[in-house]
């Protein structure tokens, strides 16, 4: 199963201070067990908000607002994708990860095939039609 | 299961491949090594829920197994000084406090390597890499090979016993016979992940699951052994295959073909990470091996964001290199459908009417269901129906036979 491993921002990354060569040289230790163990599927930083933007929908509109956004908690500053055997696991490697006093992880499971195989007859036999349909426009 | 116990046991599942290397390099005894471990996970389970899980549980449980291990060659070494008293003066004991300290990616190598040695029969090699490196149970082995457990049980035995009187030297093999084993651990590792992509609707989810221990295995030798082109080239085959799982059967479970799958649908990530993994082989100069032209062929198809836009050309291409480093008929068969593609059916089948000629695909019904195909395409219909009769005839799938016959019916 796969999981998402959500870094939520801080001031410092919201003002995008650089990570010191102790913090880094840390995390590249980390990122290296995780890609030695197979359990590392990907794993990005992100810019500052600031650099980025967010769009509304509401009644047919689209509304652009761009950043920096201020609720900085509700921020993430970075994910990581992991293939691990249990929630467990995943709890056990992130255990491990060298992070700053004060900051909080979320990991969260991601949604795959497997998950979906409860869905009903009727469901299912409605994406298929649905699936037929974008397979003759594509034809 | 109490919380405390899933805790303890995802922690041994992380660390116990290490463990059981580390320890086998001391007690130069897979088996040996495996009890120490457990043992350890034991002690483990009676502790950490009232102590609390150690700071760093990897080393704690490395060291509860390590003082066993000396207790265990200290006993083992005063049995020999009683039965040979009088015995000069031997060689110095090793010391066992830095027999430990060794890169522990060495020893798992050295574990790889003893897990898929040759002197053990192919199921025990898939068994025991399984056991002690994909840290699966017993119980899951058997369920995703569908084997009585026992039998499985039995055959984890009869193969750590093989290695002890063989006496298998627990080391990474060097020089040319490097490359020969190497190639048994790959082939290893790609039979798990087979097994696990051929599992079909309705069976056990520990056989699909195979794909996803066999992907783990492959990344961690990707890491261990990081300038083996065909490591990657494995991984690369692997990741591209396992990205169309989502796309390879419909609602009903009925399987689709790669042409006919929705391509929205193939995992990304696994494909850029096998498009990643390939890119690293023909790098380290690994572009002519036999899982890196596979993969490439597979990334052809992954590139390729509809399928009248593959480049079939090309795949033709690689299945040439392919057929000089593995020839096999059923290689030169994919040859004929990427000709047929890429040049017209005619070109497609007069490959398909030399290999049928050798007879080395008689009862192999893709070979009538190719030829077939080209055949329909080409107008040759009352000859396209004796082939679809005869493929029908030849395979051993329900469904397919199904898929064959509705073929012949919409031709005659």
């Known amino acids: 199963m796969r999981f998402m491993i959500i870094v939520k921002a801080n001031q410092n990354t919201e003002g995008g201070v650089q990570p010191t060569d102790a913090q880094l040289s840390a995390m590249m230790k980390y990122n290296e067990e995780l890609v030695k163990a197979g359990v590392m599927l990907a794993g990005e930083g992100l810019h500052p908000s600031g650099k980025g933007a967010r769009v509304k929908f509401q009644g047919g509109k689209r509304t652009v607002v761009d950043g920096p956004f201020t609720e900085t908690k509700e921020l993430i500053a970075g994910f990581w994708l992991w293939q691990v055997k249990s929630k467990e696991e995943a709890v056990e490697w992130l255990k491990r990860a060298p992070m700053e006093d004060g900051d909080e992880v979320e990991l969260r499971q991601v949604f795959e095939e497997a998950d979906f195989t409860e869905a009903s007859p009727e469901t299912r036999a409605k994406e298929a039609e649905l699936r037929a349909l974008l397979e003759s426009q594509r034809a | ?412």
């Open chain 2, 1 to 412: 299961m109490p919380d405390a116990h899933r805790a303890i046991e995802a922690v041994f599942r992380i660390e116990s491949a290490r463990l059981i290397a580390g320890l086998a390099r001391m007690v130069r005894d897979v088996g040996v090594a495996e009890e120490l471990a457990q043992d350890a996970l034991v002690v483990a389970l009676e502790r950490w829920p009232e102590d609390g899980v150690p700071d760093n549980p990897g080393a704690w449980l490395m060291a509860t197994a390590k003082r066993r291990a000396i207790d265990r060659l200290r006993r083992a070494r005063m049995q020999e000084r009683k039965h040979e008293a009088l015995a000069t003066v031997g060689p110095e004991a090793p010391d066992l406090e830095a027999m430990l300290d060794d890169d522990v990616g060495d020893d798992l190598l050295r574990l790889v390597f003893t897990c898929c040695h040759p002197v053990l029969p192919a199921e025990a090699r898939v068994a025991l890499t399984l056991r002690l490196l994909g840290g699966l149970t017993t119980a899951e082995i058997a369920r995703a090979f569908l084997s009585p457990e026992p039998t499985v049980a039995q055959r984890l035995v009869r193969a750590k016993r093989t290695l002890a009187e063989a006496q298998v030297p627990y080391e990474v093999p060097r020089g040319e016979q490097l490359t020969e084993r190497l190639a048994s651990v790959l082939e290893v590792i790609y039979l798990v992940f087979n097994e696990g992509y051929s599992a079909t609707a309705g069976d056990d989810w520990m056989r699909p699951a195979l794909c996803e221990d066999a992907l783990r295995l492959g990344r961690i030798l990707a890491g261990l052994m990081p300038a083996e082109p065909e490591v990657h080239g494995l991984v690369a085959l692997m990741e591209i295959q396992a990205s169309r799982t989502r796309a390879r059967t419909g609602p009903n479970r009925e399987p689709i073909l790669l042409l006919e799958q929705d391509r929205g649908r193939w995992d990304h990530v696994l494909i850029r990470r096998g498009l990643d993994a390939l890119a690293r082989a023909e790098a380290l100069g690994g572009a002519r091996r036999p899982y890196a032209l596979q993969a490439a062929i597979a990334a052809c198809h992954a590139r390729a964001r509809a399928s009248s836009e593959t480049e079939w050309a090309r795949i033709a291409a690689l299945y040439t290199a392919l057929m000089q480093v593995t020839p096999s008929p059923v290689v030169e068969l994919n040859r004929a459908v990427a000709v047929g593609m890429a040049l017209g059916p005619a070109a497609g089948l007069a490959i398909i009417d030399q290999l049928a000629a050798t007879g080395a695909l008689d009862r192999y019904h893709l070979l009538p269901a190719v030829r077939a195909d080209l055949l329909i395409k080409l107008g040759r219909l009352d000859e396209a129906r004796a082939d679809l009769r005869l493929a029908a005839d030849l395979t051993q799938n329900a469904r397919e036979r199904v898929l064959l016959l509705a073929r012949l019916a919409s031709i005659s």
